[in-house]
């Protein structure tokens, strides 16, 4: 372990030296293209505003590649990284682990909630509570099994001393409706420094629900803010009005499985659109992102989305889109030390193209994509960043794998 830290060390010194005294390691393409050149599938839509999509393509320098850790986790969805350097990796189906950077994967951690892995349901994020290191409180979301059908809940537990079991279990969070359904849960956990909990939604996708992430009198396609014990924050935007759930934090989401919360508080996530329509959020409190009465992109079918509607008053433009679609799973904020010129980067995993997209934002602005380990040839679900700035990443397949994308 002492070696390979002095290794990581080194080619960190030697990325440095690469880039130049301000740590800059990803230039513009020298013709500022952007990646993207395939036809668009709506064809008569215009971004709102210059970068909204087809951001100029940006290279990184510094050579990479990727390592497969571990492999044999079947769906793996959720990544988390514990202080200790290990990962929590939740499989779809029911199971979470725990497995060290060596690769080394340990049996299923016994204690956790039955969950429905039926579709798109099971297992999904896991996060580390903030205040693990005194109470080793880990979170989890999953499709929860209910009389008359499923829905997504959020459940914390203790991670016993020696990690095989969770102790004193307690669900903080159930979505409603219940829906007897198998797509469109949602959901990713993050936290941010104050320690609120924040879960994203999915509105469950069949033609009666789609319409409930407009309504606030239903968790369906909303992003949640509760405290870390399951309670609601005062602050939150609806507390005392009339007919709203009282944990929703932003509302007309179609699916979203990708969040993160920068120092500063502010709160991105990423939706999964249809065909045409993925988005980054820069997810705000109060306010309505559209779905289903804007959006971009068209049905699965090829018909339009409300006639084609692309931005209304009253509802807010994403900060990037997709078309076509990358298919984007989990998310997070690049902080290391081992790609300098990433720090403040988005790195989105891409299931359908199969790579992890770095963004370089400008405000709420996206001004530059990379596709990172392009090579993988498998769904990308969920990425992180390692204690040394490496980026860890865990694939969505039958023999899914947990991989570690580092400075060559
Ligand atoms: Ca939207
Ligand atoms: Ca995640």
């Known amino acids: 372990m002492r070696l390979l830290t ?9 990325l440095f030296a690469a880039c130049g005294a301000n740590g800059q390691n990803a230039a513009p393409l020298p013709s500022g293209a952007p990646l993207e050149t395939r036809p668009a599938n709506a064809a008569g839509q ?11 393509g940006v290279r990184t320098e510094t050579p990479m590649a990727h390592t497969v ?33 060596a690769g080394a994967v340990n049996e299923p951690i016994t204690g956790l909630p039955t969950v429905d892995a039926r579709g798109q349901g099971g297992l999904l994020d896991v996060a580390v509570g903030p205040t693990f290191a005194r109470d080793r409180l880990i979170y989890w979301s999953y499709a929860e099994p209910r009389e008359g059908g499923n829905a997504t809940a959020v459940a914390r537990g203790r991670l016993s001393d020696d990690g095989s ?25 993050a936290f941010d420094g104050a320690g609120h909990l924040f879960i994203t939604l999915g509105e469950r996708s069949d033609a009666p629900m789609r319409p409930q992430a407009q309504d606030l009198g239903s968790h369906m396609g909303k992003t949640i803010r509760i405290r870390a014990d399951g309670s609601i924050p005062a602050d939150n935007p609806f507390v005392g009005r009339a007919g709203a759930l009282p944990e929703i934090w932003s509302l007309g989401h179609r699916n979203v499985q990708g969040i993160a919360v920068a120092p500063d508080g ?4 990423v939706e999964h659109g249809t065909r045409g329509g993925d988005e980054i959020n820069l997810d705000r409190s109060g306010l309505n992102y559209g779905w289903p009465e804007v959006a971009y992109g068209v049905e699965y079918r090829g018909s339009p989305i409300n006639q084609g509607l692309t931005a209304r008053e009253g509802t807010e433009q994403p900060a990037y889109y997709w078309d076509p679609v990358i298919a984007p799973g989990g998310m997070t904020l690049y902080d290391g030390a081992m790609f300098p010129g ?24 996206v001004v530059g994509e990379e596709r990172l380990m392009t090579d993988i040839g498998e769904r990308v679900r969920d990425v992180a960043v390692g204690p040394d700035g490496a980026v860890w990443a865990i694939t969505d397949e039958q023999n899914g794998k947990l991989v570690r994308l580092a400075a060559r």
């Open 6 to 14: 002095l290794a990581a060390s080194v080619s960190v010194a030697t």
């Open 46 to 56: 215009q971004p709102a505003f210059d970068g909204q999509t087809r951001a100029p």
């Open 69 to 101: 850790v571990a492999s044999g986790l079947e769906h793996p969805w959720g990544l988390a990284l514990l202080p200790d350097g290990r990962w929590l990796v939740t499989e779809r189906p029911g199971r979470l682990r725990i497995i060290t950077a």
């Open 165 to 189: 079991r969770v102790e004193s279990v307690q669900v903080l969070f159930r979505a409603l409706p219940t829906y007897d359904g198998v797509l469109h849960f949602g959901s990713s956990l």
């Open 266 to 269: 502010a709160v991105w996530t």
């Open 342 to 365: 990433w720090r403040g980067n988005l790195l989105v995993a891409a299931l359908k193209e199969k790579h992890i997209a770095r963004l370089v934002l400008e405000g709420d602005r």
